[in-house]
């Protein structure tokens, strides 16, 4: 990983380049904790962190320099400038989307060297994943999976949301997720039209729809999936909604391979809907690239620019939400190939009734 940005350096006419984002630092050094960051030269690597991470960055990234620079009365911009003064660094790249005010005012300050924005360098080049990332994302998809087969066993009348979502959680690190499960969205009855909606106290009752959008990681990668079930038998409406959803998802499967711009896909996801009293109840941001952030780039709407690309790992998520009724979400991640796609979520996309 160190190559292409080193590649990028070069093009652009840096000397450095200051990574902060916890991802970023992650996908170029192997990392896997927090509060670091890394600073690439053409003659050096550094690892800049404090005494609580010094040991497990010597197992995890042993081929990095380690600079401490969390002492008494020095900041990161102090950090930053030794380093830049000793390999003489001119100009240097820095995350613009990631550092903060105060990081930036204490930069400014102390860093004697040209500071350039380069915001998204690294996040495009974590948009084609690799091989050995491709396995850790369908390992995460089939974890939620079966957590998803799981659930379902459990969610009855008189359970509450909140119990559902711990309880789903609690799987998903069973099946082998790693211990750090990121926030999940299950959520019942007319509070599904909650696009990201927090699990509460309320209780399931019979009729309702229950929405569940997680995931999991494994060794840091992501899934996401969102599958919406019904308590009981559904009514007319429900099922026509649901089939009209479903018609949406696998339209929008239908157009996705390399060379296909994500505002075509976006096209195909409504066209079930189109001349339906339901048109006005989805929301255009129908899904998103997937990696060691459950929301990376490319954004797919109706004005993305981006086009599909071999090797891509994204969500593919239209929805219908109606207040005060509910809303239907099915979800799935998808691996984009030269002749199509790979679906990494197994689960079905017919409606559940429990």
């Given at each position: ?22 991802e ?12 670091s ?77 040209e ?38 066993k459990?969610?009855r ?6 119990e ?77 909604v ?42 255009t ?7 060691l952030?459950?929301?990376?780039i ?18 593919i ?38």
């Amino acid at each position: 990983m160190e190559k292409q940005l080193l590649a990028y350096m070069e093009k652009a006419g840096l000397d450095g380049f200051f990574i902060a984002a916890r991802e970023n630092v992650r996908y170029i050094s192997g990392f896997t904790g927090a509060d670091s960051y890394l600073l690439l030269t053409r003659e050096k690597c550094y690892f800049i962190t404090d005494l609580r991470y010094t040991e497990q960055a010597g197992i995890e990234c042993p081929a990095y320099e380690q600079y401490v620079w969390r002492t008494p009365g020095k900041t990161i911009g102090d950090a930053l400038n030794y380093l830049a003064e000793k390999h003489n660094l001119k100009a240097i790249g820095f995350e613009g989307g990631t550092i903060s005010y105060d990081q930036y005012h204490d930069f400014s300050k102390n860093v004697r060297a040209e500071l350039v924005p380069a915001t998204g360098v690294i996040e495009k080049m974590r948009s084609i994943k690799t091989p050995q990332e491709i396995e850790y994302l369908r390992a995460a998809c089939e974890i939620a999976c079966r957590a998803f087969s799981r659930i379902v066993k459990d969610i009855r009348v008189g359970v509450t949301e909140k119990e559902l979502a711990a309880k789903l959680s609690m799987y998903m690190v069973v099946e082998g997720a790693d211990t750090q499960p990121y926030g999940n969205i299950l959520i019942s009855g007319a509070r599904t039209s909650l696009l990201h909606g927090i699990p509460s106290n309320k209780a399931v009752e019979y009729g309702d729809l229950v929405l569940m959008d997680f995931g999991c990681q494994f060794n840091g990668y992501m899934s996401d999936m969102t599958r919406t079930v019904v308590v009981g038998k559904p009514s007319a409406k429900q099922r026509e909604v649901y089939e009209l959803e479903k018609r949406m998802l696998e339209d929008s499967l239908a157009a996705m391979k390399a060379g296909v711009p994500l505002r075509d896909v976006y096209k195909e996801s409504v066209r079930a809907i189109e001349g339906t009293e339901y048109y006005g109840y989805h929301y255009t941001g129908i899904g998103h690239g997937i990696g060691l952030f459950v929301h990376e780039i490319p954004f797919m709407s109706p004005n993305s620019d981006e086009v599909l690309a071999a090797g891509n790992v994204r969500t593919i998520e239209p929805g219908i939400y109606i207040p005060n009724w509910g809303g239907i979400r099915i979800e799935d991640q998808i691996l984009i190939t030269a002749d199509g796609y790979e679906n990494m979520i197994s689960t079905t996309h017919d409606l559940i009734e429990l």
